[in-house]
């Protein structure tokens, strides 16, 4: 099974900060990783998917970024709404695996 | 736009069964792989189950043998049979649509699932 490593586990930022959240892969994945968005109560929102792909609708601020076993998401400049929890997840190799999440949270 | 509508979760005492759906519209069902995804409470995500747009399954080794996915490519509607239920299975359980890669592009808004006697 691929453990992906996520770091920090917590980022304290204020709005208008860059975040960036690291994902590390045990093995290569090699692009097939996406990131998400977790807000309490809601069900996760894809932000960027193949590594670097951002769907339609995804603010431009968000970016992904890296292949192999090492991975980045940085938000350019935080929003208020951005506060959350991020998670990573691979779709190289079966079983599929996630993070275990970096929280996002004000400063 | 993708629509995913889960359903079917509730209480249930260990050693039960309960079958999950996820009715869907809005894409091509019969072409997309599907998976289901679950949450225990306060904890992250963990994969549990997938079938391919060929219909080919996986299961996380937590489920194997106890969990059945299909499809009714008839309906939309996709579904999880839990059988052999255990305390540790509770969760929020979200059924997901693959974009690319087996990452999920669209959610459910999840059902419960509670194993306790």
């Known amino acids: 099974e691929i453990v992906l490593t996520q770091s920090p586990a917590t980022l304290s930022l204020s709005p208008g900060e860059r975040a960036t959240l690291s994902c590390r892969a045990s093995?290569?994945?090699?692009?097939?990783l996406g990131w998400y968005q977790q807000k309490p109560g809601q069900a996760p929102r894809l932000l960027i998917y193949?590594?670097?792909t951002r769907p339609t609708g995804i603010p431009a601020r968000f970016s992904g970024s890296g292949s192999g076993t090492d991975f980045t998401l940085t938000i350019s400049s935080l929003e208020p709404e951005d506060f959350a929890v991020y998670y990573c997840?691979?779709?190289?190799?079966?079983?599929?695996?996630f993070g275990r999440g970096t929280k996002v949270e004000i400063k | 736009e993708a629509l995913l509508l889960d359903s079917g979760g509730g209480l249930v005492q260990p050693g039960g069964s309960l079958r999950l759906s996820c009715d869907t519209s809005?894409?091509?069902?019969?072409?997309?792989?599907m998976s289901w995804v679950r949450q225990a409470p306060g904890k992250g995500l963990e994969w549990v189950s997938g079938i391919g747009g060929d219909g080919f399954t996986h299961y996380a080794d937590s489920v194997k043998g106890r969990f059945t996915i299909s499809r009714d490519i008839s309906k939309n509607t996709l579904y999880l049979q839990m059988t052999s239920l255990r305390v540790e299975d509770t969760a929020i359980y979200y059924c997901?649509?693959?974009?690319?890669?087996?990452?999920?592009?669209?959610w459910g808004q999840g059902t419960l699932v509670t194993v306790s006697s």
């Open positions: 997840q691979q779709g190289s190799n079966w079983p599929l695996t």
């Open positions: 809005g894409f091509d069902f019969r072409n997309n792989a």
């Open positions: 093995q290569s994945v090699s692009s097939h």
């Open positions: 193949d590594a670097s």
């Open positions: 997901a649509k693959d974009i690319l890669w087996w990452t999920f592009d669209s």
